[in-house]
């Protein structure tokens, strides 16, 4: 089968690349692009562990085909980051504590900002809510909707 040529825009930088028509944008993020922060947990998009920003929707990129990216925007969690200066969602997952094994956490962080990009002060139901399709099998969640919350006070200009 032929492959597809894709353009399209990861974490703000011009990309083009080939894939196989079947090919999922979770494989090719990790095997042709080499952006391994996203992770395979279920094939299925139950898990959230590959969750990707996607022209602006939070998407499991285990179900998105790669040419489906053609002239789309996608947001990854090595996108996040201002070049050194952590997101204040990333900043708040390591002063709380979020994470543990650390195989949620890419996703989680995006979903996590994508959370806060539409809603600058959720309340905790909000967040529980909004993260039930991230799976976390160490945490046990606390951690992480404190620190999603501090990282909204952040962002809102309420804290530090």
């Keep these: 089968m032929a492959k597809s040529y894709v353009s399209t825009t990861i974490n703000g930088e011009s990309a083009e690349f080939l894939c196989e028509p079947q090919q999922t944008l979770l494989d090719v993020l990790r095997d042709v692009i080499g ?17 990707v920003m996607l022209d602006g929707t939070l998407v499991c990129s285990c179900l998105v085909l790669g040419v489906e990216a053609e002239g789309k925007s996608i947001l990854t969690v090595e996108g996040v980051a201002q070049g050194e200066k952590l ?9 709380h504590a979020a994470l543990q094994c650390g195989f949620c956490t890419p996703g ?3 979903a996590s900002k994508a959370l806060l990009d539409q809603n600058p002060n959720p309340t905790e139901t909000e967040i529980r809510y909004w993260l039930a399709g991230n799976l976390c099998r160490c945490t046990g969640y606390d951690k992480i909707v404190r620190a999603v919350q501090d990282a ?7 804290a530090s």
């Design 35 to 51: 952006l391994t922060g996203s992770k395979e947990g279920c094939a299925s998009g139950d898990c959230g562990a590959c969750s």
């Design 87 to 95: 997101h204040p969602v990333q900043q708040k997952f390591l002063e």
């Design 108 to 110: 989680l962080i995006v």
């Design 152 to 158: 909204g006070a952040v962002m809102r200009g309420e």
